[in-house]
């Protein structure tokens, strides 16, 4: 998964003292440690928690980690794959709106705030 992604989603499951088992990273990339079988598995379960649409962006590939170690930890991790999955795709979804959202400066809510509402408001 994309690091930033990977790093919010590793943040929010350390707040919640949930392990994810062993983290690399490589370039930009963050890998976790699944079952044997589960990297087939990731685009249909994705489809089905309703992050279908993040398939490209959380890929899954057979084989160990390779990369820098991260994190040491059990390999693969004790997490439900249905639930690090939803962790990691809400948080790669994240990372995608922050980086394409419209600034709060040219927002309504922000005009109205500081008084200077819209035209569209006024008439």
Request: positive net charge; contains cysteine; glycine residues 14%.
């Amino acid at each position: 998964m994309p690091l930033a992604g990977g790093l919010l989603a590793l943040a929010r499951m350390d707040l919640r003292d949930r392990e994810p088992g062993s983290v690399w990273t490589r370039g930009d990339r963050l890998l976790l440690a699944l079952t044997p079988g589960a990297a087939e598995e990731l685009p249909g379960l994705l489809l089905w928690l309703g992050w279908g649409h993040l398939a490209p962006v959380l890929r899954g590939r057979a084989g160990g980690g390779t990369g820098r170690l991260l994190r040491p930890g059990p390999s693969p991790g004790p997490e439900p794959l249905a639930r690090l999955l939803d962790t990691c795709a809400d948080a790669c979804a994240r990372v995608q709106i922050e980086a394409t959202a419209q600034p709060w400066a040219f927002s309504y809510a922000s005009r109205m705030l500081l008084g200077t509402r819209p035209r569209s408001l006024t008439s």
